[in-house]
């Protein structure tokens, strides 16, 4: 597997909970290959930077909108980034 930087990860996990059910938390360790630990760590960093919250009804996490903005700024910049390496 290749090494993802923690970004990564962090983008990753919050295009899981963007879908519109949100995502469970076994869903997105088996997804990112992490294990229980440091799961905990990255979701306790997102909802503390308030870009996911926990949903009690439905068990699942979703994304907020500050997420939602988190999210397509850094795919905004990495598709600008590419095309600029691409010239």
């Known amino acids: 597997m290749k090494y993802r930087t923690r970004d990564e990860i962090i983008i990753e996990m919050l295009r899981l909970a963007s ?47 500050e997420g939602s903005e988190y999210l397509g700024k850094n795919t905004e910049f990495k598709d600008h980034d590419i095309e600029y390496y691409k010239t």
């Not at 949100?22 to 088996?30: L, P, R, V």
């Not at 308030?50 to 909108?65: N, P």
């Open 19 to 65: 879908h519109e059910k949100g995502i469970a938390k076994t869903h997105i360790m088996y997804r990112l290959i992490l294990h229980h630990y440091q799961l905990n760590r990255y979701l306790e960093y997102l909802i503390d930077k308030r870009l996911i919250y926990f949903d009690k009804k439905s068990q699942r996490y979703m994304i907020t909108r």
